[in-house]
Protein backbone atom coordinates (compact mmCIF):
# COMPACT_ATOMS: atom_id res chain seq x y z
CA UNK A 1 0.00 0.00 0.00
CA UNK A 2 3.00 2.50 0.71
CA UNK A 3 4.44 1.36 -2.23
CA UNK A 4 1.45 2.27 -4.22
CA UNK A 5 0.82 5.92 -2.81
CA UNK A 6 4.39 6.61 -2.86
CA UNK A 7 4.40 5.80 -6.74
CA UNK A 8 1.14 7.82 -7.21
CA UNK A 9 2.76 11.11 -5.11
CA UNK A 10 5.45 10.74 -7.60
CA UNK A 11 3.77 10.51 -10.79
CA UNK A 12 1.56 13.42 -9.62
CA UNK A 13 4.56 15.51 -8.65
CA UNK A 14 6.66 14.84 -12.14
CA UNK A 15 3.08 15.93 -14.05
CA UNK A 16 2.86 19.17 -12.11
CA UNK A 17 6.32 19.85 -12.13
CA UNK A 18 6.52 19.71 -15.92
CA UNK A 19 3.63 21.24 -15.93
CA UNK A 20 5.59 24.07 -14.63
CA UNK A 21 8.38 24.51 -16.74
CA UNK A 22 6.04 24.32 -20.11
CA UNK A 23 4.22 26.89 -18.87
CA UNK A 24 7.10 28.85 -17.71
CA UNK A 25 8.48 28.51 -21.05
CA UNK A 26 5.32 29.98 -23.12
CA UNK A 27 5.38 32.86 -21.03
CA UNK A 28 9.20 33.43 -22.49
CA UNK A 29 8.83 32.65 -25.88
CA UNK A 30 5.33 35.00 -26.27
CA UNK A 31 7.91 37.49 -24.28
CA UNK A 32 10.53 37.08 -26.50
CA UNK A 33 8.08 37.01 -29.99
CA UNK A 34 6.71 40.41 -28.74
CA UNK A 35 10.38 41.49 -28.52
CA UNK A 36 11.04 40.52 -32.03
CA UNK A 37 7.67 42.28 -33.46
CA UNK A 38 9.27 45.71 -32.67
CA UNK A 39 12.92 44.63 -32.89
CA UNK A 40 15.43 46.84 -35.08
CA UNK A 41 17.82 44.81 -37.27
CA UNK A 42 20.34 44.41 -34.69
CA UNK A 43 22.28 42.78 -32.38
CA UNK A 44 19.07 42.43 -29.90
CA UNK A 45 16.93 40.79 -32.97
CA UNK A 46 19.86 38.20 -33.28
CA UNK A 47 19.70 37.28 -29.44
CA UNK A 48 16.15 36.72 -29.40
CA UNK A 49 16.20 35.01 -32.13
CA UNK A 50 18.79 32.72 -30.85
CA UNK A 51 16.61 32.77 -27.95
CA UNK A 52 13.56 31.76 -28.90
CA UNK A 53 15.15 29.09 -31.20
CA UNK A 54 16.72 27.72 -28.03
CA UNK A 55 13.53 27.60 -26.05
CA UNK A 56 11.73 25.97 -28.75
CA UNK A 57 14.30 23.22 -29.03
CA UNK A 58 12.75 20.30 -27.73
CA UNK A 59 8.76 21.35 -28.08
CA UNK A 60 9.33 22.05 -31.65
CA UNK A 61 12.64 21.33 -33.69
CA UNK A 62 11.06 22.67 -36.96
CA UNK A 63 10.86 26.22 -35.02
CA UNK A 64 14.52 26.03 -33.87
CA UNK A 65 15.37 25.51 -37.56
CA UNK A 66 13.04 28.38 -38.90
CA UNK A 67 14.45 30.88 -36.08
CA UNK A 68 18.14 29.70 -36.28
CA UNK A 69 17.90 30.15 -40.25
CA UNK A 70 16.71 33.76 -39.47
CA UNK A 71 19.40 34.71 -36.87
CA UNK A 72 22.16 33.50 -39.70
CA UNK A 73 20.94 35.58 -42.39
CA UNK A 74 20.50 38.32 -39.84
CA UNK A 75 23.65 38.27 -38.39
CA UNK A 76 25.78 38.05 -41.62
CA UNK A 77 23.80 40.60 -43.14
CA UNK A 78 24.91 43.09 -40.06
CA UNK A 79 28.47 41.75 -40.46
CA UNK A 80 28.91 42.78 -43.62
CA UNK A 81 26.49 46.04 -44.10
CA UNK A 82 28.10 47.16 -40.73
CA UNK A 83 30.77 45.22 -39.90
CA UNK A 84 30.04 44.22 -36.59
CA UNK A 85 31.82 41.24 -35.03
CA UNK A 86 28.42 39.08 -34.17
CA UNK A 87 30.46 35.78 -34.05
CA UNK A 88 28.99 34.81 -31.04
CA UNK A 89 25.02 35.72 -31.77
CA UNK A 90 26.08 33.59 -35.58
CA UNK A 91 28.25 30.47 -33.14
CA UNK A 92 24.67 30.13 -31.48
CA UNK A 93 22.36 30.43 -34.13
CA UNK A 94 24.48 27.69 -36.12
CA UNK A 95 24.43 25.42 -33.11
CA UNK A 96 21.03 25.41 -32.62
CA UNK A 97 20.44 24.53 -35.68
CA UNK A 98 22.59 21.99 -35.57
CA UNK A 99 20.24 20.81 -32.16
CA UNK A 100 16.92 21.32 -34.28
CA UNK A 101 18.28 19.07 -37.38
CA UNK A 102 19.53 16.37 -34.61
CA UNK A 103 16.12 16.16 -32.74
CA UNK A 104 14.35 15.92 -36.18
CA UNK A 105 16.94 12.91 -36.66
CA UNK A 106 18.20 14.74 -39.53
CA UNK A 107 21.83 14.00 -38.62
CA UNK A 108 23.69 14.79 -42.08
CA UNK A 109 22.62 18.31 -41.78
CA UNK A 110 23.12 18.33 -38.14
CA UNK A 111 27.08 18.00 -38.37
Not at 58 to 75: E, G, H, M
Not at 90 to 109: E, T
Amino acid sequence: MKRRVIIIFTILTLIWWGRGGVLGQNKKIDSLLAVLKIAREDTNKVNALNDIAYLYRNSKPDSTIYFCQQSIVLAKKLMLDLNLSLWTGLSNAVGNLAIGYRLKGDYPKAK
